[in-house]
């Protein structure tokens, strides 16, 4: 059952991604990069208020993030271990998919630590801390949610040789934990992360660019997606049980 037991703050030890974990050196970051944390925090604050989801702006305080600094990883993992067990944990940068489904199966979130540059104050490729930290951890002080990614870690883990059953399971990634977006108080909230941190992704869905279709496990599977342009369809679940559940359906499914 989701949300009813998380690991202890004592974690596993990780194997392959060991290679790509790193420190975090608060201490290095320049005020100008904390300059560029707020103004980008600050920027998104204002539309995050009003459209992201309740779960999502409960995670934001619970986890103790603040507009004025680059978080620092410790103190962040201190208010976030004791809800669900998820660390937010510093990597060097993009992981093979061995890695990454490696520390997700283990309430790991591989976290960049360096901040983007003012020329990309808008869209960054490469993740950095604000997308990592400001677009996904919140989500994770979310017990159900929690359990999802922990879930959703080892399904893929499992299927890690297949080739296909992997494209699948990474679209199911995309219209969730990047791009999902939740029913909530009578109209569509955001939660993924790639809403979360992108002004323009998100004013998109808000001024109702794509088009917004019911959660449905069987279609997310087979939806293909551009990572290079707005999206044009997204999936909206009513609970975010039903992530949890398509996670369970789709090992069912592919783990056959
Ligand atoms: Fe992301």
Redesign the pocket.
Known sequence: MAGTTHPTASHSKLTVAEPYLIQQDCAAYTPEQHGVWRELVNRRMPQLKEHACQEYLAGFEQIGLQADSIPDLAKVNARLEPLTGWNATPVSGFLPPDAFFEMLAARRFPTTTYIRGRESMEYTPE?DIF??VL??VPMHAHPVFADFLEHYGKVCATVMGDKDKLERMGRLFWFTV?FGVIRQDGGIKLYG??LISSHGEARYVIEGGPEIRDFNLEQVLEQEFKVSEMQKVLYAVESFDQIYEAAKEAEARLCR
């Open positions: 993740p997308h990592d677009g996904h990047e992360s790639g």
